[in-house]
């Protein structure tokens, strides 16, 4: 059974930065990515990046977001930069595993003054 979990988030003011980072573990790890669930909207995707590092950005995140992963440690990042009170949602991180597909319990990001 693969397991994720998440850290880094937390409360931080409009133009600040996070970096959210996730560990998988209990099997072959291929596709990760961020997604991310406002109150009252629906989850929606982030960021992705495949084992061989090509990345995919939700167009509202492009510019200020980074993904990146570490394939010796099964873990992917998230450096969120300019943040903004639009931004504010349960981030959550999500691996693909023998086609699979597993969730982290999610991190709060709260951007705000």
């Known amino acids: 059974q693969v397991q994720v979990v998440e850290s880094g988030g937390g409360l931080v003011q409009p133009g600040g930065s996070l970096r959210l980072s996730c560990a998988a573990s209990g099997g072959p790890i291929a596709g990760m990515g961020w997604y991310r669930q406002a109150p009252g909207k629906q989850r929606e995707l982030v960021a992705t990046?495949?084992?061989?590092?090509?990345?995919n950005y939700a167009d509202s995140v492009k510019g200020r977001f980074a993904i990146s992963r570490d394939n010796a440690k099964n873990a992917v990042y998230l450096q969120m930069n300019s943040l903004k009170p639009e931004d504010t949602a349960v981030y959550y991180c999500?691996?693909?595993?023998?086609?699979?597909?597993?969730w982290g319990q999610g991190t709060q990001v709260t951007v705000s003054s």
């Open positions: 999500n691996v693909l595993s023998r086609l699979q597909s597993y």
């Open positions: 990046i495949t084992v061989g590092g090509r990345t």
